[in-house]
């Protein structure tokens, strides 16, 4: 979890990193296991892979007709891993789960915080690099992440009857840092998701930690205003602007609108593939689009387009069996609005445990095996779940 959470830089973005090496080797021993049959997990797997399949093969197609330029092969390999990890993350978490193992899940988010203000990542950016992130919006999509977490850990022990003390004071630290962090970041996309995740989980808090949970954010508050150094050193890095709507839409042309310029003819049936950029294009302004749906229709066509919209419809619908998830999406689409978070580990890693929920919940229709309605007080697996186990 702590490797799959955190994108420790140690070389510039967008490459693989040293993380991955012992990640993929853990995964594989996952892959190579035999899992006993979950349909409700299946359900927001399988109808990724024709996405994958289709992404292959455009960059394939790009490559041979381009064969010095190996973009397009790195970015088919970038989709599968991403899926691989969707794929091991939701049998892993469904084992959690069962077993009542809060304990471990809540051992990766520490460990993960732990290595955030320890271990210092690859500086391509100068002023902007923060932390172990490159930049402030990869830092503040960590922030959401984390909070997300908190919103659907926070629902599970509802369910199970496993809220001891200490999974709720966890809780606490994990909201207290993740909205520093989302402070520290000025990510607007990131601060704005983080609020609409705050309006599920604030009422559901205890009142004890909501009343000391309340002054911590306030403090936090009049701290960004009164902006000490550490503030005025990430406005130094991200100078503000004033907007207005002549520039507001500006900026949208220059971010989104403009990106597609590069496409024509058969790009918007099938896309442009994931190639490297000429000089020209970069000296026109062309990179990544600012969108997550941009990108992969740029990418990939409204073919691409399609079918990642086909299966992202299936993973909502679904999603709304397990109370905070559609919040939690509309923090994670509000994000990628304005950024490409599609790459990051971390997204899919939160992606498995929203699914490994789904087939804890669908089990109350009887589809998988039964949720957790009650549990040890010490963390132990559930009767309830016990019996179900054998069903399944």
């Not at 959690?96 to 500086?123: D, I, N, P, R």
């Not at 602007?241 to 790009?267: D, Y």
């Not at 909502?316 to 790459?343: D, I, Q, T």
């Not at 699914?355 to 009767?383: D, F, H, V, Y």
């Amino acid at each position: 979890m702590a490797l799959g959470l955190l994108p420790v830089y140690l070389f510039p973005s967008g490459r693989p990193q040293v993380v991955d090496v012992p990640l993929i080797i853990l995964l594989a021993a996952c892959f190579f296991r035999r899992n006993r049959p979950a349909p409700a997990l299946r359900r927001n797997l399988m109808p990724l892979l024709p996405v994958v399949a289709w992404a292959a093969l455009v960059n394939g197609t790009y490559f041979l007709l381009h064969p010095t330029d190996y973009q397009p092969l790195f970015k088919s390999a970038e989709l599968l891993y991403t899926f691989f990890i969707f794929w091991a993350f939701s049998y892993l978490f469904r084992d959690f789960l069962e077993a009542g193992q809060l304990g471990v899940l809540y051992a990766g988010l520490f460990l993960s915080l732990f290595l955030v203000f320890t271990v210092k990542g690859y500086s391509e950016e100068g002023i902007r690099s923060i932390l172990s992130f490159n930049n402030p919006n990869q830092l503040g999509y960590y922030a959401l992440l984390l909070t997300c977490w908190v919103a659907l850990l926070l629902h599970l022990k509802e369910k199970n009857g496993n809220a001891r003390a200490i999974f709720w004071w966890g809780d606490v630290v994990l909201l207290f840092v993740a909205h520093f962090l989302a402070l520290l970041s000025l990510s607007r996309g990131a601060i704005l998701g983080l609020f609409l995740v705050d309006m599920w989980i604030f009422p559901r808090l205890s009142r004890r930690i909501l009343i000391f949970f309340v002054p911590l954010i306030l403090v936090a508050l009049v701290v960004l205003i009164w902006k000490p150094a550490v503030i005025e050193e990430r406005l130094a890095g991200r100078p503000g602007r004033e907007i207005t709507p002549e520039t507001a839409q500006v900026e949208l042309e220059k971010r989104v609108f403009h990106q597609f310029s590069i496409m024509e003819g058969i790009h918007y049936l099938v896309g442009r593939g994931g190639r490297s950029f000429t000089p020209q294009e970069k000296a026109r302004g062309i990179h990544e689009v600012h969108n997550i749906f941009g990108e992969i229709f740029r990418c990939y066509g409204l073919i691409g387009l399609g079918l990642f919209s086909f299966w992202l419809a299936g993973f909502l619908w679904r999603s709304r069996v397990v109370p905070g998830g559609l919040f939690v999406w509309g923090a994670l689409l509000m994000y990628n609005m304005s950024h490409y978070g599609l790459r990051f580990r971390s997204f899919w890693l939160l992606l498995a445990f929203l699914n490994a929920m789904i087939w804890l919940e669908a089990g109350r229709s009887g589809q998988t095996p039964a949720l957790i309605t009650s549990g040890s007080p010490k963390g132990g697996k559930p009767a309830a779940l016990r019996q179900a186990s054998a069903v399944s």
